[in-house]
């Protein structure tokens, strides 16, 4: 709890647009919010501040003489200073089109103008409080935030403990490690917030897999699967299931485009020794072979499986 | 100028009221929009007559989104009328004169209301 220093502020606004009247406005209707309102009237003093502030939530107006709304939000979700303030977009032109190519770029809300001094309110302080979860979600449980998958830290953890279950009750377990196909090239020609959206469904995906198995986010585009009581070939055929689902999404951005993946599978009696990171490290070359081949496949350790422990 | 003289004559006659005047919490709000007002007329009217129509456009697009919240929505409303018609305008056609001059009387009866509040 004590580590948490955003329970003791108040929560800090920015608000971007050209508009002195709207700023005035801002600051006399949210006055008794325990919120901090500060201002920027151009693109460049937005992105600026955005970046010393660190603020809780940005409202940024799509439509400005210098540099619109879409292109600032663009700006924002690439930078990783900046990444997870959540936008709430402000605008007068309110039509579906706008506000979808908004929430695509990653924005949280929409509020229209003029806007309703009580609405604005409740949207902002849901956008701060939705944060905040988020935030603390992350520091505090191991979920990654954008994903909503159990983190890094937390697949260290469990996979040793799965380890050392697996070991006493002489039960299988397998993992999968699996990576994104050239998905830096998916951020260089669709942009940060759409290689987001990809990651984001995929994690859904996953999410969604069998019960009991356990999905988590090991950094950038790589996932990994815990999979008790499942050996490499039972692993596999979750990997092909989850390849092929994968494959046949559709993406709203560019209807042609198939976003693939590579899986890479062990199992705890293709390793010695049985350690967290020899089944680490026999997945990640598994990985390997599977990229080596050629992407958008699935890959099992070459390592011959040990005969079935007996308890 | 003729109708200038019979918009203000009318803006006397009409004097235009914020909705939240009785909200005692917009006070200074509405105090600030108004104090701005004759500022924000003339560089209306300087940008119309120059011809800077991006200009108007711009402050219009600002009023459109602004005025609504403190209490004038029918100036949202005129403003949003204006520039949509600029949106739209092609050079050498027609000027949105009418728009532009139902925008001024708007700003102009909020002006009026200002003293008659006083």
Not at chain 1, 18 to 38: C, T
Not at chain 1, 120 to 146: C, T, Y
Not at chain 1, 256 to 277: C, E, K, N, Q
Not at chain 2, 58 to 80: C, D, M, N, R, T
Request: aromatic share 6%; with cysteine; glycine share 6%.
């Amino acid at each position: 709890m004590q580590n948490d220093r955003h329970e003791h502020h108040d929560a800090r606004l920015l608000a971007i647009d050209d508009s002195e009247l709207i700023h005035q406005l801002l600051r006399g209707r949210l006055r008794n919010e325990r919120i901090q309102i500060h201002a920027a009237t151009n693109a460049a003093d937005g992105l600026q501040l955005a970046r010393v502030l660190l603020p809780d939530v940005i409202l940024l107006d799509i439509d400005m003489p210098d540099r619109n709304g879409f292109d600032i939000i663009q700006d924002l979700k690439a930078d990783p200073t900046t990444h997870d303030i959540p936008v709430i977009f402000f605008s007068s032109d309110a039509n579906v089109d706008t506000k979808i190519r908004g929430f695509e770029l990653g924005a949280v809300d929409f509020v229209t103008k003029p806007f309703e001094v009580a609405e604005l309110k409740a949207r902002v302080n849901s956008a701060i409080r939705l944060s905040r979860l988020v935030r603390m979600l992350a520091q505090r449980a191991q979920v990654d935030g954008l994903t909503g998958l159990w983190n890094r830290a937390y697949f260290d953890w469990r996979l040793g403990e799965e380890v050392a279950i697996a070991e006493r009750h002489c039960n299988d377990l397998a993992l999968i490690f699996c990576d994104l196909d050239r998905f830096k090239g998916v951020n260089d020609t669709y942009g940060h917030p759409f290689g987001d959206q990809v990651l984001e469904r995929f994690g859904l995906l996953l999410a969604h897999g069998r019960k009991g198995d356990i999905a988590c986010r090991y950094g950038g585009e790589e996932f990994g699967i815990i999979l008790p009581e499942t050996n490499a070939q039972e692993a596999a055929n979750v990997a092909e299931r989850l390849l092929v689902d994968l494959r046949s999404m559709t993406w709203r951005r560019d209807p042609g485009l198939a976003i693939t993946a590579s899986f890479g599978i062990t199992d705890l009696r293709r390793v010695h020794p049985r350690t967290t990171a020899a089944l680490v490290e026999s997945a990640d070359r598994a990985l390997y072979a599977a990229k080596a081949r050629g992407r958008n496949c699935v890959a099992v350790s070459d390592d011959p499986p040990q005969a079935r422990l007996t308890a | 100028m003729n109708r200038s003289k019979v918009d203000n004559g009318n803006a006397a006659r009409h004097p235009l009221i914020s909705e939240f005047a009785n909200d005692a919490d917009m006070a200074e709000l509405i105090e600030f929009f108004l104090s701005e007002l004759d500022h924000r007329l003339q560089v209306l009217q300087a940008a119309w007559d120059t011809g800077n129509l991006e200009q108007v456009q711009s402050l219009s697009h600002q009023l459109k989104g602004a005025a609504g919240g403190y209490g004038f929505p029918s100036i949202s409303e005129v403003a949003a009328e204006l520039e949509h018609a600029l949106a739209i305008h092609t050079p050498g056609s027609t000027l949105p004169r009418d728009r532009f001059e139902s925008l001024m009387s708007q700003l102009r009866r909020a002006q009026a209301g200002a003293h008659h509040v006083d």
